[in-house]
Nanobody
Framework: QVQLVESGGGLVQAGGSLRLSCAAS????????MGWFRQAPGKERQFVAA????????YYGDSVKGRFTISRDNAKNTVYLQMNSLKPEDTAVYYC??????????????????WGQGTQVTVSS
């Protein structure tokens, strides 16, 4: 398994932008599909975005399509989530996750093997 550490969260006004980073260590990062999920208080963990091991497949949750962009840099063992046009309903703890798989790009949290500790994103109205 890999160890994951998220960063880049914070407080931003509606309409603003943030870029989250997730640094991986411990195993060969390039062999992992990566995902971003979020969880607001009292709600289930929600799929945000996922990217395959080589960036060839990318998926987004419906609520973030056209506003968020997932990317990865395998040389830096890092996956990113660029979040634009943020809304108050984007407020949540954001988690990155890793799945050792060259074929799949999972969108369900149960399919992932490793998780980071999360980073808080708060969007004020």
């Amino acid at each position: 398994q890999v160890q994951l550490v998220e960063s880049g969260g914070g407080l931003v006004q509606a309409g603003g932008s943030l870029r989250l980073s997730c640094a991986a260590s411990g195993r060969s990062f390039s062999g992992y599909a990566m995902g971003w999920f979020r969880q607001a208080p009292g709600k289930e963990r929600q799929f945000v975005a996922a990217i395959s091991w080589n960036g060839g497949n990318i998926y987004y949750g419906d609520s973030v399509k056209g506003r968020f962009t997932i990317s990865r840099d395998n040389a830096k063992n890092t996956v990113y989530l660029q979040m634009n046009s943020l809304k108050p309903e984007d407020t949540a703890v954001y988690y990155c996750a890793a799945k050792s798989d060259y074929r799949l790009t999972p969108v369900h949290p149960a399919q992932y093997d490793s998780w980071g500790q999360g980073t808080q994103v708060t969007v004020s109205s």
